[in-house]
């Protein structure tokens, strides 16, 4: 017997190993697999000897908590054979259905006998099961699709039977409706299920990204070793051509990484030591040594795979209302089929009644109104992996039809959030300024001195060791550089240092802070010798990204710490409205400004920021988008994810989740018409125009709708938001 | 009471550390069980008249996390 149980608490390799050694011990467990990426172990263990329970007390004996058995054990080839065993009987059925329509055409004795003992067979194979859930869903008091097919074929067949007693003329003899009826439905859910299987093909191909084993150097020598005994910390190596493992940082080699089906970007990125990367993201060109840093469930890639997974199984409003829609269904269904066939029965016969009633039974499968919303969800959402933009819950798709405005936190969204020096105004050269400043704010921390070290590496400055430095929060630094007083810092802390600015240095300063660039003041014993102008770069794509989601009806806002004076700039570069700005906001304050504007807004409201201290504001939002850069995601927060900082992945994912949506509608569209146009044929609205509707087309229609609605949904698979 | 050192090897989280904890605790006679799993040292406090140290190291615990007891 196999059962596979949840168990929570495992933190590392070692625990699985520490419970499979134990499990295994026991008598009468031939085997157990644990997983620690989903907490799960997979027991086959002899009923007879041992039990469930006595091993979960044996688990939790170990420290770990057992949260119960989980679902059946999935295992793909288990439906691989059902697939296999449901064509098996279709063609048995489609034979079976041949003969038994020819029986009915063709002249010979016994012919009712013949056809009632020629049905059996198909009748057991094909139509019990079906018959069978019917019932078990009439035993729990629900009225399904099942309860619908049933009520269809039964009548049918009940009808024939009748007809082989002598109780009913001959052209009752339904025999081969029911079968051909039973081998339709099962088509049409092999087909359903086919499809299925292939609208999660995107976690199938995430999780084929997964590596299996890693090449490890412990103790100076290289060990493939099975992914799952990688802990954090060890050292990999990874050649040209293979697939990086776990998530971790380089510290050797130089290579370019192929990240783009992590992050959408298709050019390769190069990667050097310091740099992280992420597992299942293929080395291109050279050799990479790596230290681990996340592996097992907190890898990158595991993440995208659960998140996916729950996005695809989340279901959105949209979904409530077809819900709904069906469970009224199959009441007014169940209604029009009695009374058209009531009305038949005084105005046709009884002959009419039944083909009536069992025509208007099996026209109103209702399957494909439950189809309409998930296989768009699951194919666009899989879409939406492959491009790099994460769909967490597909509440987004509800909120993609009346969107009217997007938020944008500045730095590090619009803007690259790593300042850069780009003017050196002085009288001496640039050089002697860096390596003044760069020399003072190498021992800070602060993104401007980055900016500065940065610019001094380019130009290959050799920076020396200040005699003593200070800084001073808010304003800069202060030290001693050869015996001389050097401060850097803004203009506050030149005033507080009473150093003045001469007229032409005071004008440098309004134009480069008119220019939204943040200005460094560089001294030496109290006379300024020059200043330095950085600056953080737009997006490339941010104006372009303001301009397309204004043709689609949004609104762009933004909002930042930073001052009026360079928020404006910036807004005014990109295309923001003047009054959609807002400036000088604390973080913390972030989400007050989204709730004002979502109060004001006639629609949706959705925030994109990158992620960590932008919490609040991305889930009071509607939607809460979080821009990644790829290795570093806040996956927690926000609905959606962006695993690539390019901001066209914004117009991207809007175009997105509206197309997503539209298919939504135009599924749910055609799952009614099929059933609006069809039932009252079925009932016999047309019949005084000589129209009649059999029940194999009812049938036919239903299988055909859903196919139908597949079919639509798995063009979304191809869709390209950027075309 | 009596002190028992062991260098214990195969662990690499805390929860290895719960487990042999929990699994100690079963054994009557264990007063206290302290490991530090940076270095893989246990040391184990027993009461010398219920327990002795052959048994404590024929616990389960010792069958997953093999053990070596140090000299004192």
Known sequence: MEVKLKISGMTCAVCVKTIEKSVSKMDGVESIVVNLLDESAVINFDPKIVNIEDIGIKIERLGYEVLGIAEEVEELPNKETELKEKLKKII???????????????????????????????????ALPIFKAGFNSLKVKSLNMDVMYSLGMGVAYISALLVTLGLLPMNFMFYDTTIMLATLLTLGRYLEERAKGRTSEAIKKLM???????????????????????????????????????????????????????????????????????????????????????????????????LVKNAQISKPDIQNLADKAVSYFIPVVFTIALISSLYWFFNGGIL?????????????????????????????????????????????????????????????????????????????????????????????EHPLALAILKKADELNISLSEPEKFESITGMGITGIIKDQKVLVGNRRLMEENNISINEDYTKEISR????????????????????????????????????????????????????EKAAKVIGKEVGILENHIFSNVLPEKKSEIVKSIK???????????????????????????AVGSGTDIAIESGEVVLMNDDLKYVTGFVKLSKRVLKQIKLNLFWAFAYNSILIPVAAGALYSYNIRFEPELAAFAMTLSSITIIGLSLLLKRYDPWK | MEEL???????????????????????????????DLEAGIGIITYDEKIVNEEEILKNEAFELYPAEKLAN
């Open chain 1, 512 to 563: 480069l802070e008119e220019n939204a660039k943040t200005v460094i003041i560089v001294a030496i014993e109290h006379r300024i010798i020059g200043i330095i102008g950085i600056s953080d770069k737009i997006k490339e794509n941010a104006k372009i990204t303001v301009q397309n989601l204004r043709e689609m009806g949004i609104e762009s806002y933004m909002v930042t710490g930073d001052n």
């Open chain 2, 5 to 35: 050192k062991l260098k214990i090897t195969g662990m690499s989280c805390q929860m290895c550390v719960k487990t042999i904890k929990n699994l100690l605790s079963e054994l009557e006679g264990v007063i206290n069980v302290d490991i």
């Open chain 1, 599 to 625: 109060e004001n807004a006639n629609g949706y409201v959705e925030f994109i920021g990158d992620g960590i201290n932008d919490a609040p504001a991305l889930s009071t939002a509607d939607v809460g988008i």
């Open chain 1, 92 to 126: 048995v059925g489609a034979v079976f259905s041949i003969t038994l329509f020819s029986i009915m055409y063709i002249q010979i004795p016994y012919k009712p006998y013949l056809a009632f003992l020629v049905s059996i067979p198909p009748l057991i194979y094909i």
């Open chain 1, 352 to 444: 009419l009644a039944v083909t009536t009633f069992i025509s208007v039974m099996v026209i109103a499968c209702p399957c494909a109104l439950g189809l309409a919303t998930p296989t768009a969800i699951t194919v666009g959402v899989g879409r939406g992996a492959e491009l790099g933009i994460l769909i967490k819950d597909s509440k987004v798709f509800d909120v993609a039809g009346n969107l009217k405005c997007m938020i944008f936190d500045k730095t590090g969204t619009i803007t690259k959030g790593e300042p850069e020096v780009d003017e050196i105004i002085s009288d001496y050269s640039k050089e002697e300024v860096l390596l003044i400043a760069g020399t003072l704010e190498k021992n800070s």
């Open chain 1, 208 to 306: 084929g990204l997964q590596v299996k084993n890693a090449k490890v150097i412990r103790n100076n020598e290289e060990l493939e070793i099975p992914i799952e005994n990688v802990i954090v910390g060890d050292t990999l190596l990874i050649r040209p051509g293979e697939k990086i493992a776990v998530d971790g940082i380089v510290f050797e080699g130089d290579s370019y990484v192929d990240e783009s089906m992590i992050t959408g970007e298709p050019i390769p990125n190069p990667k050097k030591k310091g740099d992280s990367v992420i597992g299942g993201t293929i080395n291109k060109n050279g050799i990479l040594k790596i230290t681990a840093e996340k592996i097992g469930k907190d890898t990158v890639l595991s993440q995208i795979i659960q």
